[in-house]
Nanobody, 125 residues
Framework: QVQLVESGGGLVQAGGSLRLSCAAS?????????MGWFRQAPGKEREIVAA????????YYADSVKGRFTISRDNAKNTVYLQMNSLKPEDTAVYYC?????????????????WGQGTQVTVSS
């Protein structure tokens, strides 16, 4: 079993910043897992935001967040982060942490074995 717990969401004004954290635990969790951040806005499908390979050397960003968001991980703490800067109202969504996909499929929701419960991010204009 693997548990993923997100934190750091909240309400912020446009142009502001938030830092999301995802703490992983469980007997079968491996620091070799690809980790991803996804988001889902009301009435929309869940979409990839960013992903990071096991060493942190490989990263992926959706075009909509490039240059504004940064994904990172601390394998000693089994934690992945998403630093979100210059937030826009269209970034409003529930943000989910996911683990376990092969890197070549890191953008696909169906490729991940484990999901957190999500944390709400609301950006006001």
């Amino acid at each position: 079993q693997v548990q993923l717990v997100e934190s750091g969401g909240g309400l912020v004004q446009a142009g502001g910043s938030l830092r999301l954290s995802c703490a992983a635990s469980g007997r079968t969790f491996s620091s070799s897992y690809t980790m991803g951040w996804f988001r889902q806005a009301p009435g929309k499908e869940r979409e990839i935001v960013a992903a990071i390979g096991w060493s942190g050397g490989s990263t992926y960003y959706a075009d909509s967040v490039k240059g504004r968001f940064t994904i990172s991980r601390d394998n000693a703490k089994n934690t992945v982060y998403l630093q979100m800067n210059s937030l826009k109202p269209e970034d409003t969504a529930v943000y989910y942490c996911a683990a376990g996909a092969p890197w070549l499929r890191a953008t696909m929701t169906t490729a991940y074995n484990y999901w957190g419960q999500g944390t709400q991010v609301t950006v006001s204009s």
